[in-house]
């Protein structure tokens, strides 16, 4: 079954936004073993999305468009669609009901243009939206299946995750795939290789692909067989021997952000965190802090850009930088120590590293970085090399740094 | 003339990357005049890239590639090429040359699977690239104009700067497009348009766009005219009535960046900055320090997460958070201002805010954010409301106390 991913916007043919709605389709899609084979992006104006629509409802079985869904003149979905499937707009007043009660609730009277989101066309199947005005459409027709959702991110991954992966689910002649990803960070793609290759055994329908990004690699099983039970044998058996031969590197799986989990850690365990950083500058604090409800367990963070900060604030010893520098082993022991007592905390993190493109030597390139951990059973300081890009680096040190401390919180070895 | 931008890659199809190639490839395009038409992905096989080169060529007169022109196996752009237009690929001496070079340069041996990024389609142009071992490819044949640059950003962005814009600014028969853009951020779109529309004009052929984002509003000029003269006129007309209007929220230009102005800024000035951030967690200190050089003139950051942290390192008073709030113009105040005399600075910046999702009230709802700025001068605080979306919240935070320290070093009332 072929899949086209159509997403609507001329602020995406002008490059104003960068196009994130098609990837996270994509991804849950694949998720219930459905595959993307098209993917593109159109104009606004109703003859582009017709041109756009009949390409996509030529060659794939199922198209999902995000975009142009909206009450305004300019969101020319509907119109498209009114077009090519040669149906006319229906008033369906259950929808206008739901949004009138929405907007009571918040207390604001409902704009009269917002009626418009209530025409929807005739025989479409339609999907609620919560956070939004525009409900998602489905038109089934001639063996092809037609999806329009809105393009505001929240409001489309709504409508997908609680409404249409199930639909398609229940729809798809999907032979019988399963996917599963095993997510690491702070160990790099070779080293895994290097683990996993010698004793695995693939069987046939199993794919295993190495996916690598800043914040770590991940692992993607696709399993796919005659019978669910058979591809989710496989997958499972797979998953196994990788959580043998690599399980301590493994933080989470499918979804799980590393930050989330090291929150929910420190919650469990009653503990609290602060950071020290040097050339992160604040990244890994403001990364611990995206999570909602982190002050429960974050303190705070200096960041020692300037080495007087270090000696001053974090009592990292004059010496020790004189001697060894302030990319060392010895500094980054002396901040995590120094941040762990002034502001008392159970844990305390360090990062200093040189992170380009400029101030790398032949004994410590562009990339050096030592990352800290301080906790009541002392201090310890590890070496990495993180490249020579500076925003990879910075981020790359961040999770590592956070993947440090759930090896010491969890007591891997 | 219509342009197509096709991205190549199964980890677009899959959704493991979102497609920032093209994006970035339509800005710049558009910034010589030239408009997308259309925008999409196909996956990594010969027949998936046979399928849309055709396509494109159908419907395009010109399209742009990026991905597949790696040595390796699963790299088959050439060969779909080879298929498409029919043509061999021929040894290309001087770029092998150049290729061995480049590894000699840094004492490594070329890996021999190199030799076949010398293999060119006959009669093509290439570009080199500076940063790998893939050229850019162009071939022209039938009004057509086919280009394929490497996946790799960097590699694209800089073949498509240096090479590719200048080569079609040659070409094209565009018409006489003035692209122009102006940087604003600190104020919302709402506020802009009042400032704006009194006493806009706008000359035929001419349109202005606004352009939100989670760190600030840009505003597009496009004008369109007989000559390029006649374009650049009037395009530069309406620079000159915004400037009279906004002039002073307007940072840059195009592709100027805050966070570099801020610091070229200081470093012009001989100036220090240190940060204090609670709701940021450290997002503005990770902004400065993206800049490589940025220890110039940043000290460092006291991420004050916890209420501790304020008062036992940035000396405010227990009163104030006891009677104003974590959150208010005198803590805002308070922290500035310590940050300053703790780290020594000619200038702090202060951010205290709710970001949410929760811990909004009445009085202060989610998103009421307070900034700080001290200076010799003194020290003041604003208040902003950025909305309930935590991520933007910590972003616009930010922007927006870099924008009230341009004000404050420019004078700017």
Redesign the interface.
Known sequence: MDIEILTIGD??????????N?????????QIGL?????????DSVD?MEEAFRLGLNRAQIVITTGGLGPTDDDNTKKAIVKVFKRNLIFHEEVLVDLKKRYEIRNIEMPAINQNQALLPQGAKFFPNKHGSAVGLCISENGRTFISLPGVPQEMKQILDDEVIPFLQNISDNESITVLKLRTTGTGESKLVELITPKLKLESGVKLAY?PSYSGV?L?IISTAKTQEESKTRAYDLKRYLDSVIGKYVYGKDFDKLEEIIGQLLKDNDKTLA?A?S????????L???I????KW?????????N??KIN?LKVAEKIIEEHGAVSEECAIAMADGCRK???TDYALSITGIA???GGTDEKPVGTTYIGLSSKHGTTATRFNFGT???AN?IRASYSALEMLRHDILDIK
């Open positions: 602020e995406l043919l002008t490059g104003d936004i960068i196009d994130s098609a990837a996270y389709m994509a991804e849950r899609l694949l595959r993307v084979r098209y993917m593109s992006s159109t104009g582009q996916l991940d993607r950071t950083e050339c992160t500058g604040g990244y890994l604090g403001s611990v802090t995206s909602p409800g982190s002050s974050f303190i705070g963070s200096i960041v020692s850009y300037a007087e900060v604030q002034l502001l008392d380009g493109p400029d890009n500076r925003n910075r």
